[in-house]
């Protein structure tokens, strides 16, 4: 009797909470069919860009929050399949795109964390790596299949965009700290040949949508948790009648680190402005940030093995930093034919902003007196604006999509010494003597075409091609170190070809080729391994040929009790050219082509409703990256001449043979609309730290438990959530600099954390 009691007692207490496991590889949820022609709300601003990954479904488009605040989180298989908005021409399915593509929904994003970072969600996505550096001076660690991996700082060979406007500047350098994840509606994530369509240093996409305004709302969020984190975020938005709608939203983000020097702090604005007519939309989006944070720097292998808490000497001594500033503005206007002629849609997306960065670095004072050294603070502004044209086109039962592209970045860069003074009387990690003064220009021009064509009943192709040229350049105005000036030139065209089979009900085969262009940056364009003036001449842009074959399956007996969902993609990458660090003396950085690459792997994502309050999801990806070609290369400070061997078949550095996330989730129906409960493993194999392979990064596997918890009071909801990471408290380098020349590779995860969310949410239906 006691123990029916106690399993009564259980269920009451369990009954409170809804386990609800969101979207990784699968968004399940939606509506029949988006029409690519609909108000701005229901056509992702991606779409401006014609290219092939905007996933959603209705349901996520629609709501303010992304789900309704009486709607159960996400549900395997809810109704009907998510719907690609963009990235095929027109509307279609995501169980009939053929190539690999994920989307993580705002509940997922809500259960994940306090939306700071997309390192908190994306590791449900196979194939993609989003390491938090714990270091907010630096930009997250992301790369898929390997690309992006070998970056020391920012995101490289991956294109970021948030609501259509380039995250990712021209010159393939990119950075994610403004996108802000409360207001999404979703996450996107393209992987494979497709990313190709998207030009220059397109690895792979990730895309941030917001979510659109269906009521008059008001909300606050409050966040607390471990290493002293504080956010608060207000916002508010409503339709304004006339087809206008408009949203605006403030944060401010706290947090002390759980290392020492490792504090930081982040103002967040962003605001939406939305009119929908008859056949014209209209889209204004805004936002600024303003961080400032400091950097602990990485941990050499002993470092990490005595105490992962500590902070290398070096950070406190030279009071190592970062400030950013971003401002950014854009627009979109689209336009709906009528059904006559061949024309279809016409939209025009332009955008602008400024971003100012200072950085004073732990570069020695030794390391500053050769007469090449930029010195050891690092200070630029920077202007970018860009503007793309886009036509959809109907050819009988083909659907084409033509457009241009324009994009600049113009950075006026200096560079200072990090000390004043001599002796007793030197001051360090402060603004010293100007060692570098440039204007720094790259411009991306482009054109593309994508045609979508069914070919019988169940096969169709879609394929698409996007050209270019990127041009590269440095005025140098210090010349007493000598003339550093330079430009270069590249041209690319990027086609991808796929095939879609509907072998049978809820089977999809696929198929997908394409090949791909990396240009250097112009940090890896600046300095010439011989020390004279002038562009690094040598240096040549990296190209690719991606091709992957895969499945998407969905069966079961629909919602709930049997639904099952499994996608599978195989792949593989040959590149040639691929860039690498050559040497690395006084500062500055030289880089080589390393010659050829190789990577390959699988992808598996799946999900099961295997009982009506139980599902579980899991993502599974392997990937073997290395070497084809020996180069020789630096591994310290200074390196004047490379001279250490890497041989064929050493794994690229950065990457990792494979990872792994898994959740089980436990949902009574009684209190489906008011909560979640679940655990979530995620495992990764060692990471290669360098070249040579000296060293790596040991695999780790951690848990973690979520839980969340609503309650509504007439127009009010207020939602509690919690998170507790690391349950084991297992200690572990969460990321890694790649080829760090003092070899300080390491940067360390936290042990055990703790968060808790308060959200409060009140509305009036608009």
Same mark, same amino acid.
């Given at each position: 009797?006691?123990?029916?009691?106690?399993?009564?007692?259980?269920?009451?207490?369990?009954?409170?909470?809804?386990?609800?496991?969101?979207?990784?590889?699968?968004?399940?949820?939606?509506?029949?069919?988006?029409?690519?022609? !609909?108000?701005?709300?229901?056509?992702?601003?991606?779409?401006?860009?014609?290219?092939?990954?905007?996933?959603?479904?209705?349901?996520?488009?629609?709501?303010?929050?992304?789900?309704?605040?009486?709607?159960?989180? =996400?549900?395997?298989?809810?109704?009907?399949?998510?719907?690609?908005?963009?990235?095929?021409?027109?509307?279609?399915?995501?169980?009939?795109?053929?190539?690999?593509?994920?989307?993580?929904?705002?509940?997922?994003?809500?259960?994940?964390?306090?939306?700071? %970072?997309?390192?908190?969600?994306?590791?449900?996505?196979?194939?993609?790596?989003? %390491?938090?550096?714990? %270091?907010?001076?630096?930009?997250?660690?992301?790369?898929?299949?390997?690309?992006?991996?070998?970056?020391?700082?920012?995101?490289?060979?991956?294109?970021?965009?948030?609501?259509?406007?380039?995250?990712?500047?021209?010159?393939?350098?990119?950075?994610?700290?403004?996108?802000?994840?409360?207001?999404?509606?979703?996450?996107?994530?393209? *992987?494979?040949?497709?990313?190709?369509?998207?030009?220059?240093?397109?690895?792979?996409?990730?895309?941030?949508?917001?979510?659109?305004?269906?009521? *008059?709302?008001?909300?606050?969020?409050?966040?607390?948790?471990?290493?002293?984190?504080?956010?608060?975020?207000?916002?508010?938005?409503?339709?304004?009648?006339?087809?206008?709608?408009?949203?605006?939203?403030?944060?401010?983000?706290?947090?002390?680190?759980?290392?020492?020097?490792?504090?930081?702090?982040?103002?967040?604005?962003?605001?939406?402005?939305?009119?929908?007519?008859?056949?014209?939309?209209?889209?204004?989006?805004?936002?600024?940030?303003?961080?400032?944070?400091?950097?602990?720097?990485?941990?050499?292998?002993?470092?990490?093995?005595?105490?992962?808490?500590?902070?290398?000497?070096?950070?406190?001594?030279?009071?190592?930093?970062?400030?950013?500033?971003?401002?950014?503005?854009?627009?979109?206007?689209?336009?709906?034919?009528?059904?006559?002629?061949?024309?279809?849609?016409?939209?025009?997306?332009?955008?602008?902003?400024?971003?100012?960065?200072?950085?004073?670095?732990?570069?020695?004072?030794?390391?500053?007196?050769?007469?090449?050294?930029?010195?050891?603070?690092?200070?630029? =502004?920077?202007?970018?604006?860009?503007?793309?044209?886009?036509?959809?086109?109907?050819?009988?039962?083909?659907?084409?999509?033509?457009?241009?592209?324009?994009?600049?970045?113009?950075?006026?860069?200096?560079?200072?010494?990090?000390?004043?003074?001599?002796?007793?009387?030197?001051?360090?990690?402060?603004?010293?003597?100007?060692?570098?003064?440039?204007?720094?220009?790259?411009?991306?021009?482009?054109?593309?075409?994508?045609?979508?064509?069914?070919?019988?009943?169940?096969?169709? /192709?879609?394929?698409?091609?996007?050209?270019?040229?990127?041009?590269?350049?440095?005025?140098?105005?210090?010349?007493?170190?000598?003339?550093?000036?330079?430009?270069?030139?590249?041209?690319?065209?990027?086609?991808?070809?796929?095939? !879609?089979?509907?072998? /049978?009900?809820?089977?999809?085969?696929?198929? /997908?080729?394409?090949?791909?262009?990396?240009?250097?940056?112009?940090?890896?364009?600046?300095?010439?391994?011989?020390?004279?003036?002038?562009?690094?001449?040598?240096? $040549?842009?990296? $190209?690719?040929?991606?091709?992957?074959?895969?499945? $998407?399956?969905?069966?079961?007996?629909?919602?709930?009790?049997?639904?099952?969902?499994?996608?599978?993609?195989?792949?593989?990458?040959?590149?040639?050219?691929?860039?690498?660090?050559?040497?690395?003396?006084?500062?500055?950085?030289?880089?080589?082509?390393?010659?050829?690459?190789?990577?390959?792997?699988?992808?598996?994502?799946?999900?099961?409703?295997?009982?009506?309050?139980?599902?579980?999801?899991?993502?599974?990806?392997?990937?073997?990256?290395?070497?084809?070609?020996?180069?020789?290369?630096?591994?310290?400070?200074?390196?004047?001449?490379?001279?250490?061997?890497?041989?064929?078949?050493?794994?690229?550095?950065?990457?990792?043979? !494979?990872?792994?996330?898994?959740?089980?989730?436990?949902?009574?129906?009684?209190?489906?609309?008011?909560?979640?409960?679940?655990?979530?493993?995620?495992?990764?194999? *060692?990471?290669?730290?360098?070249?040579? %392979?000296?060293?790596? /990064?040991?695999?780790?596997?951690?848990?973690?438990?979520?839980?969340? =918890?609503?309650?509504?009071?007439?127009?009010?909801?207020?939602?509690?959530?919690?998170?507790?990471?690391?349950?084991?408290?297992?200690?572990?380098?969460?990321?890694?600099?790649?080829?760090?020349?003092?070899? *300080?590779?390491?940067?360390?995860?936290?042990?055990?954390?703790?968060?808790?969310?308060?959200?409060?949410?009140?509305?009036?239906?608009?």
């Amino acid at each position: 009797m006691k123990g029916s009691q106690g399993r009564s007692g259980l269920r009451a207490v369990a009954a409170a909470w809804l386990c609800a496991a969101g979207t990784g590889a699968i968004a399940a949820t939606g509506e029949a069919s988006v029409p690519s022609q !609909g108000p701005p709300s229901e056509v992702a601003p991606t779409a401006a860009r014609g290219q092939p990954v905007v996933i959603a479904n209705r349901r996520q488009a629609d709501s303010p929050s992304a789900t309704p605040p009486d709607t159960p989180p =996400h549900t395997l298989s809810g109704t009907l399949p998510a719907v690609v908005v963009s990235g095929s021409v027109a509307g279609r399915r995501l169980d009939d795109a053929p190539y690999a593509a994920s989307v993580i929904d705002a509940d997922t994003l809500r259960g994940a964390g306090p939306r700071i %970072n997309l390192s908190e969600a994306l590791n449900r996505v196979p194939g993609l790596t989003a %390491n938090n550096r714990q %270091n907010y001076a630096q930009d997250l660690q992301l790369s898929t299949r390997g690309f992006g991996a070998r970056a020391p700082f920012g995101v490289r060979g991956l294109r970021l965009y948030t609501d259509g406007i380039p995250a990712t500047m021209p010159d393939g350098q990119g950075q994610v700290t403004h996108m802000d994840l409360a207001s999404a509606a979703r996450i996107e994530v393209l *992987r494979g040949p497709f990313s190709a369509l998207y030009g220059n240093s397109s690895g792979g996409v990730i895309a941030m949508v917001s979510a659109p305004v269906r009521e *008059r709302f008001a909300a606050v969020d409050l966040d607390a948790g471990s290493a002293g984190l504080r956010q608060t975020r207000l916002s508010i938005g409503s339709p304004l009648g006339g087809g206008w709608e408009a949203q605006a939203g403030v944060s401010h983000l706290a947090l002390d680190g759980f290392r020492p020097h490792s504090a930081a702090r982040r103002a967040l604005a962003n605001g939406r402005l939305a009119w929908a007519g008859e056949r014209d939309q209209v889209l204004v989006l805004m936002n600024s940030i303003d961080q400032r944070a400091q950097d602990p720097l990485g941990l050499t292998a002993a470092q990490l093995a005595a105490n992962p808490d500590q902070t290398a000497a070096q950070a406190e001594q030279f009071d190592t930093r970062k400030n950013a500033r971003q401002t950014q503005l854009g627009a979109r206007w689209s336009h709906r034919f009528d059904e006559a002629g061949p024309l279809s849609d016409t939209a025009i997306t332009a955008y602008a902003g400024r971003r100012a960065v200072t950085q004073w670095q732990s570069i020695t004072v030794a390391a500053q007196t050769p007469v090449g050294s930029g010195g050891g603070v690092v200070d630029f =502004h920077r202007r970018y604006d860009g503007v793309d044209a886009r036509a959809i086109w109907r050819l009988g039962e083909a659907t084409l999509a033509t457009g241009v592209n324009l994009e600049r970045q113009r950075d006026d860069r200096q560079g200072h010494e990090n000390f004043i003074g001599s002796g007793a009387a030197q001051r360090l990690g402060v603004t010293g003597a100007l060692r570098r003064d440039e204007d720094n220009e790259a411009v991306t021009r482009e054109a593309y075409a994508q045609l979508e064509a069914p070919i019988t009943e169940t096969l169709s /192709a879609s394929a698409g091609v996007r050209a270019g040229r990127v041009t590269l350049s440095a005025q140098d105005r210090f010349l007493s170190n000598g003339n550093d000036s330079g430009a270069a030139r590249y041209r690319y065209a990027t086609p991808a070809l796929g095939l !879609g089979w509907k072998a /049978a009900p809820g089977w999809l085969l696929h198929a /997908a080729v394409g090949r791909g262009f990396e240009s250097p940056t112009l940090n890896e364009l600046a300095y010439r391994a011989d020390g004279q003036g002038g562009f690094n001449a040598a240096l $040549k842009p990296q $190209k690719s040929t991606q091709q992957e074959l895969g499945l $998407k399956w969905r069966g079961g007996r629909g919602a709930g009790d049997g639904a099952i969902e499994l996608d599978a993609t195989v792949f593989h990458i040959d590149t040639r050219d691929e860039i690498g660090v050559l040497t690395n003396s006084g500062g500055r950085s030289s880089f080589q082509n390393v010659g050829r690459t190789r990577r390959g792997g699988i992808e598996l994502a799946g999900a099961w409703a295997f009982a009506r309050r139980w599902r579980t999801q899991v993502a599974l990806g392997t990937l073997k990256a290395s070497y084809r070609d020996g180069f020789l290369t630096c591994t310290a400070t200074p390196c004047a001449a490379a001279s250490v061997p890497v041989p064929a078949g050493n794994r690229i550095a950065g990457t990792h043979a !494979g990872s792994a996330y898994a959740e089980l989730a436990w949902r009574p129906d009684e209190v489906a609309r008011h909560g979640e409960l679940a655990v979530e493993w995620r495992g990764v194999k *060692r990471t290669a730290v360098n070249d040579i %392979n000296s060293e790596w /990064a040991a695999g780790y596997g951690v848990l973690n438990l979520r839980a969340r =918890h609503a309650w509504r009071f007439g127009a009010m909801r207020a939602e509690l959530s919690a998170r507790v990471d690391n349950v084991a408290d297992r200690r572990y380098a969460g990321s890694v600099i790649v080829n760090d020349g003092n070899g *300080r590779f390491y940067e360390p995860a936290p042990g055990r954390s703790f968060w808790l969310g308060l959200s409060l949410r009140a509305a009036d239906g608009g």
